[in-house]
Protein backbone atom coordinates (compact mmCIF):
# COMPACT_ATOMS: atom_id res chain seq x y z
CA UNK A 1 0.00 0.00 0.00
CA UNK A 2 1.74 3.42 -1.20
CA UNK A 3 1.42 6.04 1.57
CA UNK A 4 -0.78 9.23 1.30
CA UNK A 5 0.37 12.40 2.97
CA UNK A 6 -1.30 11.54 6.39
CA UNK A 7 0.12 8.39 5.81
CA UNK A 8 3.53 9.84 6.08
CA UNK A 9 3.40 12.23 8.63
CA UNK A 10 2.20 8.96 11.19
CA UNK A 11 4.94 6.66 10.11
CA UNK A 12 7.88 9.69 11.03
CA UNK A 13 5.82 10.96 14.01
CA UNK A 14 6.02 6.72 15.24
CA UNK A 15 9.56 6.79 13.33
CA UNK A 16 9.27 4.20 11.37
CA UNK A 17 10.45 7.29 9.06
CA UNK A 18 12.78 9.95 9.54
CA UNK A 19 13.87 12.77 7.22
CA UNK A 20 16.89 14.58 8.40
CA UNK A 21 17.49 17.49 7.70
CA UNK A 22 13.38 18.08 9.17
CA UNK A 23 11.16 18.22 6.22
CA UNK A 24 8.99 21.10 5.88
CA UNK A 25 5.64 21.02 5.28
CA UNK A 26 5.92 22.40 1.76
CA UNK A 27 7.68 19.19 0.39
CA UNK A 28 4.96 17.24 1.74
CA UNK A 29 3.25 15.78 -1.45
CA UNK A 30 -0.37 14.13 -1.50
CA UNK A 31 1.62 10.72 -1.54
CA UNK A 32 5.23 12.07 -1.89
CA UNK A 33 7.90 13.72 -0.44
CA UNK A 34 9.76 16.14 -2.90
CA UNK A 35 13.73 15.93 -2.15
CA UNK A 36 15.99 18.86 -2.82
CA UNK A 37 19.68 18.38 -4.56
CA UNK A 38 22.86 18.82 -2.61
CA UNK A 39 25.60 20.45 -4.06
CA UNK A 40 27.76 17.38 -4.71
CA UNK A 41 27.85 16.10 -8.25
CA UNK A 42 30.07 13.44 -9.57
CA UNK A 43 30.63 13.99 -13.59
CA UNK A 44 32.17 11.70 -15.79
CA UNK A 45 36.07 11.70 -16.45
CA UNK A 46 36.57 13.49 -19.95
CA UNK A 47 39.23 10.82 -21.12
CA UNK A 48 36.73 7.79 -21.02
CA UNK A 49 34.76 9.77 -24.05
CA UNK A 50 34.60 7.13 -26.27
CA UNK A 51 36.36 4.46 -24.43
CA UNK A 52 34.96 1.08 -23.58
CA UNK A 53 34.69 0.69 -20.26
CA UNK A 54 33.99 -3.08 -18.37
CA UNK A 55 31.96 -2.88 -15.27
CA UNK A 56 33.37 -5.70 -14.00
CA UNK A 57 36.24 -3.93 -13.50
CA UNK A 58 35.35 -0.22 -13.29
CA UNK A 59 33.16 1.25 -10.89
CA UNK A 60 31.39 4.88 -11.00
CA UNK A 61 33.91 5.86 -8.07
CA UNK A 62 37.12 4.99 -10.71
CA UNK A 63 34.98 6.50 -13.57
CA UNK A 64 33.87 9.73 -12.41
CA UNK A 65 35.60 12.94 -10.49
CA UNK A 66 33.69 15.00 -7.42
CA UNK A 67 32.36 18.57 -7.87
CA UNK A 68 31.36 20.56 -5.06
CA UNK A 69 28.92 23.61 -6.89
CA UNK A 70 26.03 25.32 -6.48
CA UNK A 71 25.19 25.26 -9.67
CA UNK A 72 25.67 22.30 -12.80
CA UNK A 73 25.44 22.19 -16.44
CA UNK A 74 24.42 19.38 -18.56
CA UNK A 75 24.87 19.66 -22.13
CA UNK A 76 22.29 17.89 -24.10
CA UNK A 77 22.64 13.83 -23.48
CA UNK A 78 25.25 14.40 -20.98
CA UNK A 79 25.01 13.00 -17.24
CA UNK A 80 25.92 13.23 -13.81
CA UNK A 81 25.89 11.92 -10.27
CA UNK A 82 24.06 13.89 -7.74
CA UNK A 83 22.81 13.25 -4.55
CA UNK A 84 19.89 14.60 -2.43
CA UNK A 85 20.41 16.61 0.74
CA UNK A 86 17.92 14.68 2.26
CA UNK A 87 19.31 11.70 4.42
CA UNK A 88 16.04 8.81 4.91
CA UNK A 89 15.86 6.09 7.07
CA UNK A 90 13.12 3.99 6.61
CA UNK A 91 11.79 0.78 9.02
CA UNK A 92 12.35 -2.84 7.82
CA UNK A 93 8.78 -2.88 6.81
CA UNK A 94 8.83 0.51 4.47
CA UNK A 95 10.22 1.21 1.21
CA UNK A 96 10.50 3.98 -1.19
CA UNK A 97 10.45 4.57 -5.06
CA UNK A 98 12.38 7.69 -6.33
CA UNK A 99 10.41 9.18 -9.02
CA UNK A 100 11.33 12.54 -11.35
CA UNK A 101 9.06 15.21 -10.70
CA UNK A 102 7.36 16.21 -13.60
CA UNK A 103 8.08 19.74 -14.27
CA UNK A 104 11.45 19.13 -14.80
CA UNK A 105 10.66 15.79 -16.91
CA UNK A 106 8.74 17.82 -19.22
CA UNK A 107 11.90 19.93 -19.81
CA UNK A 108 14.43 17.15 -20.71
CA UNK A 109 15.55 15.88 -17.43
CA UNK A 110 15.89 12.45 -16.11
CA UNK A 111 16.73 12.07 -12.21
CA UNK A 112 17.72 8.64 -12.11
CA UNK A 113 17.93 6.03 -14.52
CA UNK A 114 16.81 2.56 -13.15
CA UNK A 115 17.73 2.96 -9.24
CA UNK A 116 15.01 3.90 -7.79
CA UNK A 117 14.47 1.23 -5.16
CA UNK A 118 14.79 2.72 -1.48
CA UNK A 119 15.52 -0.18 0.26
CA UNK A 120 13.52 -1.36 3.57
CA UNK A 121 15.80 -0.39 6.61
CA UNK A 122 17.94 1.92 4.84
CA UNK A 123 19.37 4.67 6.35
CA UNK A 124 21.11 7.22 3.79
CA UNK A 125 21.44 10.38 1.42
CA UNK A 126 19.79 8.77 -2.11
CA UNK A 127 22.22 8.99 -5.13
CA UNK A 128 20.39 10.47 -8.29
CA UNK A 129 21.58 9.81 -11.98
CA UNK A 130 20.67 12.85 -13.36
CA UNK A 131 20.56 12.95 -17.60
CA UNK A 132 19.78 16.02 -19.62
CA UNK A 133 17.58 14.43 -22.56
CA UNK A 134 16.71 18.06 -24.53
CA UNK A 135 17.88 19.15 -27.09
CA UNK A 136 19.48 22.34 -25.25
CA UNK A 137 22.01 22.99 -22.26
CA UNK A 138 20.28 22.52 -18.40
CA UNK A 139 21.16 24.04 -15.47
CA UNK A 140 20.66 22.56 -12.42
CA UNK A 141 20.59 24.13 -8.77
CA UNK A 142 21.90 23.34 -5.49
CA UNK A 143 18.21 23.05 -3.24
CA UNK A 144 16.43 22.55 -6.12
CA UNK A 145 13.26 20.27 -5.25
CA UNK A 146 14.46 17.98 -8.09
CA UNK A 147 13.18 14.41 -7.10
CA UNK A 148 10.59 13.07 -4.99
CA UNK A 149 9.90 9.73 -3.34
CA UNK A 150 6.61 7.40 -2.39
CA UNK A 151 6.53 4.97 0.29
CA UNK A 152 5.14 1.66 0.08
CA UNK A 153 4.18 -0.64 3.53
CA UNK A 154 5.90 -4.04 2.87
CA UNK A 155 3.25 -6.82 4.21
CA UNK A 156 6.26 -8.04 7.09
CA UNK A 157 9.38 -6.84 8.13
CA UNK A 158 12.27 -7.50 5.69
CA UNK A 159 15.05 -10.33 6.80
CA UNK A 160 17.84 -8.31 5.23
CA UNK A 161 17.27 -4.65 6.37
CA UNK A 162 19.72 -2.62 4.05
CA UNK A 163 21.54 -0.83 6.98
CA UNK A 164 22.68 -4.52 8.11
CA UNK A 165 23.12 -5.95 4.32
CA UNK A 166 23.62 -3.82 1.66
CA UNK A 167 27.00 -3.44 0.60
CA UNK A 168 27.83 -0.17 -1.54
CA UNK A 169 25.22 2.67 -0.87
CA UNK A 170 25.49 2.56 3.62
CA UNK A 171 27.21 5.18 4.14
CA UNK A 172 25.92 7.93 2.13
Known sequence: MNLSDNDIRTAIKAGKLKIEPRLSEEQLGAAS??????????KFKKQ??????????????????????????LKPGEMALGITREKITVAND?????????????MGLAVHVTSALVQP????????????????????HEGMRISQVVFETLASKTSKPYAKFGKIARKQ
Open 121 to 140: GSSNRQVLEIVNLSPFTIVI
Open 33 to 42: IDLTLAGEFW
Open 48 to 73: LRGKTVDLKKTDFKQATYKINAKTLE
Open 94 to 106: LMGKLEGRSRYAR
